[in-house]
């Protein structure tokens, strides 16, 4: 297959928008002009036949007129007049182009006939085509072709992870809001539409070796494209980013919309499912697991990774917290996550009692789960985090670190970040979902500690940094995945 | 057993307080003491062996010094001195107590023994003993004997449901903060600790038959108090309030952790799981499951219950969204949950088509999941739910409400309650959790419409409120349980 230059979608110098309104302030082409010209830092060509400017900014009468041939064209017009626009791109070697509108491959023959059409031109003149019938391109600071109002969509922070969604929708909610709340940060996000041209493949490839800022690559996909699963799977297997993939359409009822949603089968998960697994794809069992695990493989692929090279093998852990019903609730979901409770030994108990201020030690479990109790200090915390960070064969530390008792201060969040930051042991924290804690939730975050809301994907996270680290070692040649 | 007056623990008309630190403005004593002098409407007094004041109000020397008998006594000293406080409620004839130190039964046999003598004096003496080792009584607008500082608790709003938990964490942060997240409404919460007196069969006693407030009874417990289960199980077949037990320590890894806790024995969960469905208590999975159930049954209870007596029998769904994607995950669980999909046939799909704008009409989707597309006016929405709503085979309609299109106005919810509220036809909506959407939130749940933030909560309610349907009427004798 061609090698397209995506780079031009993602980052390019120029880009011109056609299907603009002056009419109508809310028409798709007209938001994406002025997102850009306002918000982002690529150089944007609104086109208007009669040229003239729209709130301001000055419009071209067509692409022949541009001062510069722009890298990426985004066409917002009916799809007759998009294959127009895509022979354009032809012509004037016009190398990317995000195709907005519908009426394609989606809704049966008469638009797979233009769907045809449109992926000849493509494909003979190398233009890399996403969609149509997507949202396009969130490639922060420089592009965002998504044609809803920015003042409606919540943008996550910047981070290591590519998204890819057959979902437009997915991707500015499931992932988006979901992303900010949780604070992961996106490299860039693409939503394939049709992938008529651009599809999961080749961004796999793309995200993998050629984008610097990505490290983590996260598709929501509702089966793969025709012929081209094979080939996700060599790339996966060959990629140093850990690729995570959530399926829709898994069921008979899912199905049902796949078909009238974005023109793609859904294949036999099961033999999908284990196919995928053994070419070290992570599949996520659930939107909360999903979301969980690239929380965690984005602080892992911060430069500052607060955990350095410890690694969670065989998923030995340790409760903390100061609640004993948290801790049962903790310890209740270890099982189900492969994941064990280490004992302590009569010594090790007693060595922990006396790290604490003398009402809590009498009252305080020295089992695991840990409970510290209500009469905590911030220093009873710190002293058995830092013991348990020396003890060789706990792998993680669970810390449900609810800041009700009285005694527990501000700086609880700043002190327990520093001692992971030298330990280096990893820890995962639960702190309530509370704006009035985002002291202590950003102290930690700061430093990279990532912290969950709730003990399930508290207890999900250790889950995952142990996978990564089977992930890690099958694609190193050190150990075969079980 | 003998019969408590357990509407004195949450209904008194007075309560003192004993263990009340001058030097310590974080004391548990002082806390409880000013929280309810300062922010709850029951008279309160403060006993100080010297009297004097304590940040302006008056302390007591002793309880005899009292101007009247208090209803209630919160104790919290030591445990020896424990003692003789509860010997002193005999004396005088105050007929409840909260007490709120530990050294009991979670200690070993030491504390086993001055419980043994504790709960003797309260039997004896008809004394409603809640603890010891609990945080007591949060029973709105009276009475809040939480002793940890109010700032740093998140206060659930008020509502149908009454809440026990044998962890005192577990009620202040699992059910208050997400309770308060999800606009749960609580009637009051208790902290029961070592249950040495009162136990969870007292207070479903209580709440299904005195208290006029709750009509949703739900507990987080670590198995039932010995001897104790039957007794529960009858009483919950016979409450007309839904009853609903989610527990911890149920594997082996969290049973080590409630044998420290608060002195229970895990018990055969399997058995025990079985017994209680077959009394019509409801048994979440998972703490979110929990939450929605909860959720909608507190909707339920409310006078102006927006479904009126329209029930869901068989789970026949028709799912709406404004998203490809969204409709594929919720369609994907609806199995999981005991839901089915309605099926649309030509005439009715036509009909839904032609209640649709030019734009939409031509691809939106009319399966189901119905997919009303970005380019979806306002009017397309209400005009499709008042449609649906009127379909009889479907008892339900899942909305998954994204306010991303740019054509959606901040009305959109507010007319669709209006449609529901007129209609009855139960309508469980999802609506991104974001502050700005705050508005269209507010504008459903102001009308009692139950609004989810994620897909899986909304079908997980739907699951729920067809629970609650086969649970009525097993207890109305109208069908068996299957």
Redesign the interface.
Known sequence: MVKMDLEKLFKPKSMAVVGISKKNP?SPGR?VLLKNEFEMNVKVYGIYPTGGDIEGVQLYENLEKLPEIPDLLVIAVGPDDTLGYIQNCADLNIPAAVIIG??FA??GIKGKKRQDKLEKVAFDNNIAVLGPNCLGVYAPPLVDTIF??T????RPPKGSVALI??????L???FF?KFN?RNIGVSTAVSIGNRAVVDEVMLLDYFSKVDPDTSNIAF?L?GFKEGRAREFLRLARESEDTVIVFF???????K???????ASLAGDFKIMYSALRQNMVILPH???ELLTSLKVYDVLSHRKNPFGDNVITYGNVAIV?????????A??M??TYGLN?VDFNKEEKNQMKALMNPVAR??A?F???I?LT?SVLDTDIENIIRYLSDIERIECIILLL??????ISFQIGRRIANIISTKRKPVVCFV???P?YSLIIESLELAYIPVFH???EAVQAVSALKQRTRIDSVKKGNVYWD
């Open positions: 809310l938001i519908g009426g989606e809704i809803l109002p003042e409606r969509i919540t969604s057959q979902s437009g929708g997915v500015v909610d499931q809001v709340e929501y509702e829709g359409g898994k069921t008979r009822e899912g049902v919309a796949t078909l009238s949603h974005t659930s939107e909360r917290s100061v609640s004993g019903g948290h801790g049962v609730l310890a209740d270890l099982r409770r009498e009252i479990s089992n695991n789960p409970d209500g609810l800041p009700y008792p009285p005694n309530p979902y509370v009035k709730s003990i399930k």
